[in-house]
T-cell receptor
Framework: DAGVTQSPTHLIKTRGQQVTLRCSPK?????VSWYQQALGQGPQFIFQYYEEEERQRGNFPDRFSGHQFPNYSSELNVNALLLGDSALYLCASSLGGWVSGRPDTQYFGPGTRLTVL | GQNIDQPTEMTATEGAIVQINCTYQ??????LFWYQQHAGEAPTFLSYNVLDGLEEKGRFSSFLSRSKGYSYLLLKELQMKDSASYLCAVRGGTNAGKSTFGDGTTLTVKP
């Protein structure tokens, strides 16, 4: 049973550039959430996708955007990178929590370590 | 908004029991989750509580009191591999799918 996968593992960019991170959910899951985790802090919720639509959004600027594909995989795009965007970006997948209203258990991928120079 | 508080660091001895507390203030509540995160790795799910009381899963137990906005994670028979950060996360409020995480408690298990 394949777990959540993310690519790339590590990425180095310079200020002003754009980046795309990718996530494939755990087999059978239909909901993908993205989190940003700075060093020494807990993950911060960016947004959640279900049925190819953004359903929830945290307090992140419009520079952060995403997409979910028909096969439930997802991309996170960040434009005009800032030094402060350096962090571990985590993707978490779950099943149908949005629909059921029950707290769905989220399973995290290994993350993408983004460094902005 | 939501606010999650947990101690920054804790130290315990191999074989002992440790309790990691988490207090939260939320505009709504739809579940509380505990995750373990080893350095440089992704969080892994440990347990969740929706109703008041104790949930036991092997060496790990989690307790919830919704009226007090309080939870704890209890780790028994500590092992060296339990050295990690433990994250408390609250789900819900107006956004049922959104999880708000605390900054984690770094547990160091010593021989």
């Amino acid at each position: 049973d394949a777990g959540v996968t993310q690519s790339p593992t590590h990425l180095i960019k310079t200020r002003g550039q754009q980046v795309t991170l990718r996530c494939s959910p755990k087999s059978g899951h239909d909901t993908v959430s993205w989190y940003q985790q700075a060093l020494g802090q807990g993950p911060q919720f960016i947004f959640q996708y279900y049925e190819e639509e953004e359903r929830q959004r945290g307090n992140f600027p419009d520079r952060f955007s995403g997409h979910q594909f028909p096969n439930y995989s997802s991309e996170l795009n960040v434009n005009a990178l800032l030094l402060g965007d350096s962090a571990l970006y985590l993707c978490a997948s779950s099943l149908g929590g949005w629909v059921s209203g029950r707290p769905d258990t989220q399973y995290f991928g290994p993350g993408t370590r983004l460094t902005v120079l | 908004g939501q606010n999650i508080d947990q101690p920054t660091e804790m130290t315990a001895t191999e074989g002992a029991i440790v309790q990691i507390n988490c207090t939260y203030q939320t505009s709504g509540f739809n579940g509380l989750f505990w995750y373990q995160q080893h350095a440089g790795e992704a969080p892994t799910f440990l347990s969740y509580n929706v109703l008041d009381g104790l949930e036991e899963k092997g060496r790990f137990s989690s307790f919830l009191s919704r009226s007090k906005g309080y939870s704890y994670l209890l780790l028994k028979e500590l092992q060296m591999k339990d050295s990690a950060s433990y994250l408390c996360a609250v789900r819900g409020g107006t956004n049922a799918g959104k999880s708000t995480f605390g900054d984690g408690t770094t547990l160091t298990v010593k021989p």
